[in-house]
């Protein structure tokens, strides 16, 4: 049996794509993900016509995405990312005065977003968080930014929500989700288990046909069951 555990951390490592046009942004993250024993970067993109196709080709766990590249910008990126079929999650690299850009990445298909300030060992926190299957939305500036933006109208053909299938109670979890709430604090707030506040979020998930917990956040803004500073 000799050997076997480090094969199986070989197997659980998360690969990562790298997508930013600027060399030294890659260089930076790739430097630090080297040190890191349970993330391995595969490839790296300095276009978003890139970055599709070498996911496509490399099926990384998660895809790092700056959202303001030349030609294919990283939103358009995400967008053909998600309609791939892929297990790849997108986590979009952003600046605050990129606000005008966070919501759109969101609708099309990201699992979240990082600021590019942030700590380094924050960042290597948010990919595992995404590649784990969850959402980055707890951090406060994420809730700031996917508060503001979420509740900005939507295009007059955007369709209804279609919340007649789920029950009361799944509706107030989807309140909580879009209000940022982790799954230990909804559970914490409706004085249930994690086991079952997770058991809600998979049967919203199935229900409204969403990807993940962001777009359980985007549907629960377009309900009107979340305004802005809930």
Excluded: C, W
Aim: no cysteine; net charge negative.
């Amino acid at each position: 049996m000799a050997g076997v555990p480090g094969a199986a951390a070989a197997a659980a490592r998360i690969r990562v794509l790298l997508a930013d046009d600027q060399p030294l942004v890659r260089t930076a993250l790739r430097m630090v993900m080297a040190d890191t024993p349970d993330i391995e970067v595969v490839g790296e993109a300095g276009t978003g016509e890139e970055a599709v196709r070498l996911t496509a080709r490399l099926v990384p766990d998660v895809v790092v995405m700056d959202i303001r590249m030349p030609g294919m910008d990283g939103i358009e990126a995400t967008e053909r990312i998600a309609a791939q079929d892929v297990t790849a999650h997108v986590v979009v690299l952003t600046t605050f005065d990129d606000d005008d850009y966070v919501y759109g990445a969101l609708r099309a298909g990201a699992a979240g977003f990082l600021v590019k300030d942030m700590a380094l060992d924050d960042i290597l926190a948010a990919v595992r968080v995404v590649a784990s299957g969850d959402a980055l939305i707890a951090p406060s500036v994420t809730r700031r930014l996917i508060t503001e933006f979420a509740a900005r109208p939507t295009s007059a053909a955007s369709p209804p929500v279609p919340l007649a299938a789920i029950t009361e109670r799944e509706r107030e979890v989807l309140v909580l989700v879009g209000s940022g709430l982790s799954n230990a604090e909804i559970a914490e707030r409706l004085v249930i288990s994690v086991a079952t506040a997770k058991t809600y979020l998979t049967r919203l998930l199935a229900k409204l046909g969403a990807r993940d917990r962001v777009q359980l956040v985007i549907i629960a803004y377009e309900a009107g069951l979340v305004s802005p500073g809930r």
